[in-house]
């Protein structure tokens, strides 16, 4: 098989993208690496085409020494062949250029709908929240902390802690993402309750994974 090298793991991604969507899907038995999640696995989305996704339950925000990363080694979600007919289902009623043009956030709302069945994610002022994804989970009241993350071509440039209420007004002023802190098995987040027009208090959760 012929090397090609390129330019980011998201030309790659769209790459594979649309050799699936032209019917070259399915397990590749000549990769030396399969199989790298289970056997059958479909590898149609070696890179996927929703990542970063933060959905906590098919991976996890790992630091490492060249930066942050989105760690989803362990998602079988999107090597089910099932899923996989799912998701070209969906993107085969995108025009090409669209998914070629396609932010981040085109891209997450799709995964949104087909993994949760509807897109719990929602803009606070020029942010973006993943805080719906804390819906229906067992959770408490607790301090409040929570990740602020900045992307670069849909890799992870940079990933703030947060902890204070004044730090998350001034989060919604920019373009970031805004997800759970993951820490000791719990999911950190926070919800938002309306007080007077354009005004709100925040009420920190802590969540079972």
């Not at 709908?113 to 989970?137: D, F, N, P, T």
């Not at 703030?160 to 919604?172: A, C, F, H």
């Not at 993951?182 to 005004?199: A, N, R, S, V």
Request: glycine share 8%.
């Amino acid at each position: 098989m012929e090397f090609v090298e390129f330019e980011s793991n998201r030309e790659r991604a769209l790459i594979e993208l649309f050799g699936a969507l032209e019917g070259r899907y399915g397990p590749n038995y000549e990769c030396k690496y399969y199989p790298c999640h289970f056997e059958g696995q479909d590898c149609s989305f070696c890179f996927c085409p929703f990542y970063p996704c933060f959905i906590y339950e098919l991976g996890y925000v790992k630091k490492t020494t060249k930066g942050y990363v989105w760690n989803c080694k362990d998602c079988h979600w999107i090597h089910r062949k099932e899923v996989v007919e799912e998701v070209l289902a969906e993107l085969s009623g995108y025009p090409r250029q669209q998914l070629v043009e396609g932010d981040w956030l085109f891209f997450n709302r799709i995964v949104q709908r087909l993994y949760y069945g509807r897109e719990v994610g929602e803009v606070i002022g020029k942010a973006y929240s993943l805080m719906g994804c804390l819906e229906g989970r067992e959770c408490e009241e607790s301090e409040l902390k929570f990740l602020a993350v900045r992307l670069e071509n849909f890799e992870i440039a940079d990933v703030e802690e947060v902890s204070s209420q004044g730090r998350l007004k001034e989060l919604i002023q920019e373009e970031v993402i805004l997800i759970p802190l993951l820490e000791d098995g719990y999911l950190y987040g926070f919800e938002l309750e309306p007080e007077q027009e354009q005004e709100f208090s925040v009420r920190g959760l802590k969540c079972k994974l």
